[in-house]
Nanobody, 123 residues
Framework: VQLQASGGGLVQPGGSLRLSCAASGFTLDYWAIGWFRQAPGREREGVSCIGVSGGTTLFADSVKGRFTASRDNRKNTVYLQMNGLKPEDTAVYYC?????????????????WGQGTLVTVSS
């Protein structure tokens, strides 16, 4: 059972990136996926959660209107589209699997975690 986050990189302020979270060893069909990030010297924080069907998407206030989440269960993959990136979005981004987005900001409710992908927003 493994989650693999990918798609990070270096981008200029105002730019875009799309992160992917791919599952292996299990199907994401029955799992909600949360995205978290950890900036240098800061605690890990919740960014987004997408529900099992994709009909529910929740976002931290800091990214609302700039980030969107989607999923393709045929590819067993969840995506985080990040637009209008700011230097303060620089962090390692993690995806994690939980049964529902209820209480999504609580890290303890997630059963599986990916290894993280680094996003750097800088000119």
């Amino acid at each position: 059972v493994q989650l693999q986050a990918s798609g990070g990189g270096l981008v200029q302020p105002g730019g875009s990136l799309r992160l992917s979270c791919a599952a292996s060893g299990f199907t994401l069909d029955y799992w909600a996926i949360g995205w978290f990030r950890q900036a240098p010297g800061r605690e890990r924080e919740g960014v987004s959660c997408i529900g099992v069907s994709g009909g529910t998407t929740l976002f931290a206030d800091s990214v609302k209107g700039r980030f969107t989440a989607s999923r393709d269960n045929r590819k067993n993959t969840v995506y985080l589209q990040m637009n209008g990136l700011k230097p303060e979005d620089t962090a390692v981004y993690y995806c994690a699997a939980t049964r529902s987005c209820k209480g999504w900001g609580s890290q303890s409710k997630y059963d599986y975690w990916g290894q993280g992908t680094l996003v750097t927003v800088s000119s």
